[in-house]
């Protein structure tokens, strides 16, 4: 089967650095994405990372480590409206092809003034 | 971004009740469609894979009789909750993949199905 680990929460203030940690043990690991989700709405994709490294987009940046089944969501000169759940999720292949996703139990992200 | 829609957004039925909900990618077309259950405060559950033209792929533990999915369309998966109860209240929510390179999945804006 497979499972992922997450903190369930985290508190930072406005402008901190906030680093949101993701093992991982599935089969058929395609690649890692990073999903923000606000209260009532729907996820939206944040960044994807098939290869070991760093991706950096915006204020956002994932790694992704293999060999450690590993990754993390970097999210720097946090701003109140990053208050929301992370989530970190495997890209599986399904019969259908690639594209299914296993996520995380997520992570509650509460950014004070 | 590639926009993917979802009707009704809430719904509130009587048990025993069927309830539709449906999916649609409004500016492309998707050949498969995931749709995932999420209870308050909890993960997203893969439910089952909608394939066009063909039958869908249930996820274990998921009633596939309970649960009817018919991909009509390249734009167009609907989700059928047959005989509701209770317990079947959630947030049901849809999914469409993006370019394979990127693996990004678009999402729709979720249905909040309440069974009295």
């Known amino acids: 089967g497979q499972s992922l680990e997450q903190p369930s929460e985290v508190t930072a203030v406005e402008g901190a650095i906030v680093q949101i940690n993701c093992t991982y043990q599935?089969?058929?690991?395609?690649?890692l994405s990073w999903y923000q989700q606000h209260d009532g709405g729907a996820p939206t994709f944040l960044s994807y990372?098939?290869?070991?490294g760093l991706e950096e987009t915006g204020r956002f940046s994932s790694f992704l480590s293999r060999s450690d089944s590993y990754g993390y969501l970097l999210l720097q000169e946090l701003q109140m409206k990053d208050s929301a759940s992370y989530f970190c999720?495997?890209?599986?292949?399904?019969?259908?092809?690639?594209?299914?996703?296993?996520f995380g139990a997520g992570t509650q992200v509460v950014v004070t003034p | 971004g590639a926009v993917v829609s979802q009707h009704p957004s809430w719904v509130i039925c009587k048990s025993g009740t069927s309830v539709k909900i449906e999916c649609r990618s409004l500016?492309?077309?998707?050949?498969?469609m995931f749709w995932y259950r999420q209870f308050p405060k909890q993960s997203l559950m893969l439910m089952a894979t909608?394939?066009?033209?063909?039958?869908?792929?249930?996820e274990q533990g998921v009633e596939k009789d309970k649960f009817l999915i018919n991909h009509a369309s390249l734009t167009l998966s609907t989700l059928t909750v047959t005989s509701a109860h209770p317990e079947d209240s959630s947030f049901y929510i849809c999914?469409?993949?993006?370019?394979?390179?990127?693996?990004?999945?678009?999402f729709g804006p979720g249905t909040r199905l309440t069974v009295l």
């Open positions: 999914s469409a993949p993006g370019l394979e390179g990127k693996n990004e999945q678009f």
């Open positions: 599935t089969s058929g690991f395609y690649g």
């Open positions: 999720a495997v890209s599986l292949y399904g019969e259908s092809g690639w594209g299914k996703l296993q």
């Open positions: 500016d492309f077309q998707a050949t498969t």
């Open positions: 909608s394939n066009e033209g063909s039958k869908a792929t249930y």
């Open positions: 990372n098939a290869l070991d």
